[in-house]
C-alpha cells in the first residue's frame, strides 16, 4: 500500500503523560498536513509542513504540541502533558506542491486518541 | 475567514432515490472546493473538486457537484444512491492558502 500511513491506529493514555503520533506520507509529496478530528465535527487544520519547514500553525496548537518533520519524509506530532480534551482523531495527509491551492490532498487512516 | 456549512447533518435514503447534499461557502475571493467521503471503517477519500471552468463536476461513483459562485454552493449530487453509498460526506474548501477547511459532515444512511 503506497498510501498515507499513520502509527499508532489507536493510544490510550492517562492525563497528563505525553504521546507521540507519526505519520509517513506518500513518498513523492513534499507537502504534509495534520488535521484533528472530533466526534460530529469535520477535520480541523492543525499545521502544514512543505519538506522540512512548518510554515503554518494553527491557533488549535497549544505550546504542548509540536510538530516535525526533520528530513522532510515521515512527520511526528507529539502531545505533551496531555488533557481529556485533546481525545480525538489525529489525521495526516500529503499532497503534491501545486500553485493556488490546487492540491489534492491524501489522508491516513488516522490516530484515535483518548485520554483518561 | 473561511468557513464552510453543511444543512444536512444526517440523510436517510431508500436505494434509488435522488440524493443532494448540501454546501455553503464563506469566502470572497476565488476558491476551490473539493468534497471528500469516509465510509465506515475507511480513512477520508477525495470524491470530486472543482478549481476552474465548467461548474458542473463529475467524480467518482456516479457523483457530481455544482458550483454556484453566486450563492457560495458547492451541493453534491446523485440521481440514484445505493446502499454502498452509505458514508459521512465533508465539503471542504481552500482559498488558494494550503490548509483545508472542513464542513461539519453529513452521515448519509442508504436503506435497501
Known amino acids: 500500500d503506497t498510501g498515507v500511513s499513520q502509527n499508532p491506529r489507536h493510544k490510550i493514555t492517562k492525563r497528563g503523560q505525553n504521546v507521540t503520533f507519526r505519520c509517513d506520507p506518500i513518498?513523492?509529496?513534499?507537502?504534509l498536513y495534520w488535521y484533528r478530528q472530533t466526534l460530529g465535527q469535520g477535520p480541523e487544520f492543525l499545521t502544514y509542513f512543505q519538506n522540512e519547514a512548518q510554515l503554518e500553525k494553527s491557533r488549535l496548537l497549544s505550546d504542548r504540541f509540536s510538530a516535525e518533520r526533520p528530513k522532510g519524509s515521515f512527520s511526528t506530532l507529539e502531545i505533551q502533558r496531555t488533557e481529556q480534551g485533546d481525545s480525538a482523531m489525529y489525521l495526516c495527509?500529503?499532497?503534491?506542491?501545486?500553485?493556488?491551492?490546487?492540491?489534492?490532498?491524501?489522508f491516513g487512516p488516522g490516530t484515535r486518541l483518548t485520554v483518561l | 475567514a473561511q468557513s464552510v456549512s453543511q444543512h444536512n447533518h444526517h440523510v436517510i435514503l431508500s436505494e434509488a432515490a435522488s440524493l443532494e447534499l448540501g454546501c455553503n461557502y464563506s469566502y470572497g475571493g476565488t476558491v476551490n472546493l473539493f468534497w471528500y467521503v469516509q465510509y465506515p471503517g475507511q480513512h477520508l477519500q477525495l470524491l470530486l473538486k472543482y478549481f476552474s471552468g465548467d461548474p458542473l463536476v463529475k467524480g467518482i461513483k456516479g457523483f457530481e457537484a455544482e458550483f454556484i459562485k453566486s450563492k457560495f454552493s458547492f451541493n453534491l449530487r446523485k440521481p440514484s444512491v445505493q446502499w454502498s453509498d452509505t458514508a459521512e460526506y465533508f465539503c471542504a474548501v481552500n482559498g488558494g492558502y494550503n490548509k483545508l477547511i472542513f464542513g461539519a459532515g453529513t452521515r448519509l444512511a442508504v436503506h435497501p
Open positions: 513518498s513523492e509529496h513534499n507537502r
Open positions: 495527509a500529503s499532497s503534491e506542491e501545486l500553485a493556488g491551492g490546487r492540491n489534492e490532498q491524501f
